[in-house]
């Protein structure tokens, strides 16, 4: 199971920091992603972790947005900062692992994260 939670309401230029625990699944093996859809929009990448800790970053957030992971807690984290009006979305976050060909994709309910001006 993934359980995302943080989201909220929050001002222009605020911050905030998402989490997603995990359970249930070998978390240092998969890499870890936030994506987040906005009403009337296709959902799109935020931010991923690798399992070597390697990330990549949306062009939107890039600068503004960072992922973390802590294995020990298998806990992935989104910081968000400088926050405007068009980060408001759901945030899901995402686990997946691929062996042998067989991939493993998981998804967490959601967070709603409101920017307001």
């Known amino acids: 199971q993934l359980q995302a939670s943080g989201g909220g309401l929050v001002q222009t230029g605020g911050s905030l920091r998402l989490s997603c625990a995990t359970s249930g699944i070998s978390f240092g093996f998969y890499d870890m992603g936030w994506y987040r859809q906005a009403p009337g929009k296709q959902r799109e990448l935020v931010a991923l972790i690798t399992t070597v800790t390697t990330t990549k970053y949306g062009a939107s957030v890039k600068g503004r947005f960072s992922i973390s992971r802590d294995n020990a807690k298998n806990t992935v984290y989104l910081q968000m900062n400088s926050l405007k009006a068009e980060d408001t979305a759901v945030y899901y976050c995402?686990?997946?692992?691929?062996?042998?060909?067989?991939?493993?994709?998981?998804w967490g309910q959601g967070t709603l994260v409101t920017v307001s001006s």
């Open positions: 995402n686990a997946v692992w691929t062996i042998r060909g067989v991939k493993y994709d998981y």
